[in-house]
């Protein structure tokens, strides 16, 4: 039982060393409980040979500026919550299938193209503002060349406005001011312009070099003159890619697709990506069966800059990955087995994740706190440090202060390391409700188990899954205990009802 082996191995971290390690390992239980005492793996298999060669696949040398050709921007919108984004993107797209006749077949992929009537085209990543911009980031991934920052007329300059300025500046991206809500009687386009100066955006009226229009994304008003201004900054940008060459790409989403099986979504940033191609992402790999536009229409290939579903992989990569082309379906075998040799090896050598290093100090600090209620079982325990606030498991250190706060306690489960720590960053990232605590209790690879109910039930919480199933077993029981499931596909969704929930749990505005 799970709670008492954290308590044998809290109690004598010694008897550690007298485990089985073979058999030890096998045990998903024992494992999760050896991490949450913070002891490393010392059984690790050391014997085993460390010195292959390196078989990864890289990122190609920058190309000859001869053969560099103009691309696309790849736009991101960030903003405040309310203040219009996704009403934008509905917009934007919206303008696009009249011009394509697509029939209103768009689907959700994470990207779509823009194109304007005069033939330049712009990509917009379709995905929840800056929490995919900074969990793409803290993958290394540079997905996107200008940030198009939404701030409402009638409302302003807010934290999260703030907070976006400051994403983009990291990441030393432009910006570009879309003010919206226009339309409004008390919009005061002029108000926020100022405000902006006050976080170092100079907008072109006060001397400086960022364009601001002023748009109703509701009534489409002007978005025009944003898309032409996106141009005219991507022109000075001077994009450019090698169209030529082995494909490199980012994967912006991936799901498994009832038809199709593993579908990702991603944005050519080099070379040419077409049927037939070999990929690499992460510890999966891809021969491209079949690429899709955003309208479900088959392509034959994508350039840079294009935004495309790809069809082929033998296992679901994560979001955030880096795509590489490699020459060979053997090559591809290859580059996998090297990568999943190196994870296996820095697990096993106790080189602990940062999910991992999470969990050590908690329980360091479960550990300080636990001595005054020796008596009561380990659960009661946690429940009693947690209701104390001695315990935190929350994702970010916020400074509380009343403890009659709300709060939302989470676990978290994905079917890879890879999209458990996505969620984490994009929760990490995630502040739009200041007023309510995320409190991520647990997380974990694997399909949600009855100790993950159990766990959001003592809690009074939620649980959260992506690209994972539950048994009718678990259901039940998260039925019967009153614990909300939510099981999802696509991360956006996912997102998108933990801000609902987030919401309701929020007290009435005063
Ligand atoms: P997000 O949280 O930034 O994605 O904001 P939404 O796109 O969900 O918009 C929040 C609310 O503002 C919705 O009720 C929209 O209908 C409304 N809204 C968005 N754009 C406009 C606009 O240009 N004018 C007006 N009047 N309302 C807008």
Redesign the pocket.
């Known amino acids: 039982d799970f709670d008492h082996v954290v308590e044998a191995l809290l109690n004598t971290p010694a008897d550690l060393d007298s485990l089985r390690p073979d058999s030890v390992l096998e045990d998903s239980c024992i494992k999760e409980a050896v991490i949450r005492s913070g002891m490393k793996f010392r059984w690790a298999k050391l014997g085993e040979s460390q010195e292959r060669p390196n078989r990864d696949a890289q990122r190609r040398p920058p190309a000859d500026p001869a053969l560099l050709v103009s691309r696309p921007p790849v736009v991101t919108i960030m903003?405040?919550?309310?203040?219009?984004?996704?009403?934008?993107l509905d917009s934007l797209r919206k303008s696009q299938l009249v011009a394509t006749e697509a029939g209103g077949t768009t689907q959700h992929i994470g990207a779509f193209l823009v194109q304007l009537p005069t033939g330049e085209r712009i990509t917009f990543l379709d995905t929840p503002g800056h929490a995919a911009f900074s969990s793409m980031r803290a993958r290394g991934a540079h997905a996107t060349d200008i940030v198009v920052l939404?701030v409402a007329a009638d409302d302003g300059v807010m934290n999260q406005t703030v907070e976006s300025i400051q994403h983009a500046k990291n990441a030393k991206v432009p910006i570009i001011v879309a003010v919206?809500?226009c339309?409004?009687p008390q919009a005061d386009p002029q108000r926020v312009k100022q405000e902006l100066l006050a976080h170092g955006v100079v907008c072109e009226e006060f001397g400086g070099d960022v364009q601001a229009i002023h748009?109703?994304?509701?009534?489409g008003d002007n978005l025009q003159a944003l898309a032409e201004a996106t141009v005219a900054l991507a022109e000075v940008l001077e994009l450019k890619a090698d169209p030529g060459g082995p494909v490199e790409a980012v994967l912006i989403e991936s799901r498994t697709d009832k038809g199709k099986g593993p579908v990702t979504t991603v944005i050519v940033q080099r070379g040419t990506l077409r049927r037939g191609c070999v990929l690499v992402a992460g510890c999966c790999w891809a021969k491209v069966r079949f690429l899709f536009d955003e309208n479900g229409c088959a392509v034959l290939e994508a350039a840079p800059s294009a935004v495309v579903q790809v069809v082929g992989w033998k296992e679901l990569p994560s979001a955030g990955e880096t795509v590489l082309e490699v020459e060979s379906e053997q090559r591809a075998r290859e580059v996998v087995e090297w990568r999943s040799h190196q994870a296996e090896q820095h697990k096993l050598l106790g080189e602990q994740s940062a999910i991992e290093l999470k969990q050590q100090r908690h329980l360091e600090e479960y550990r300080r706190e636990r001595e005054p209620l020796a008596h009561l079982s380990w659960r009661q325990r946690r429940a009693a440090l947690y209701r104390a606030d001695k315990i935190r498991f929350s994702m970010r250190p916020s400074e509380r202060t009343e403890c009659d706060e709300p709060g939302l306690p989470l676990v978290i489960k994905g079917d890879v390391d890879g999209s458990v720590k996505t969620l984490l960053n994009i929760l990490d990232g995630y502040d739009a409700q200041d007023e309510c605590r995320l409190d991520v209790i647990h997380f974990g690879v694997g399909d949600v188990s009855e100790n993950d109910v159990n766990m959001a039930a003592t809690f009074g919480g939620s649980v959260y899954g992506f690209n994972v199933a539950a048994s009718r077993g678990v259901t039940q029981l998260a039925a019967r205990r009153g614990v909300a499931l939510h099981l999802h596909r696509v991360i956006y969704q996912l997102v998108e009802q933990l801000r609902h929930e987030l919401s309701s749990k929020l007290p009435p505005q005063r």
Request: hydrophobic share 30%; proline share 0%.
């Open positions: 903003g405040h919550v309310d203040h219009g984004k996704t009403t934008l939404v919206n809500k339309d409004k748009i109703s994304a509701l009534k």
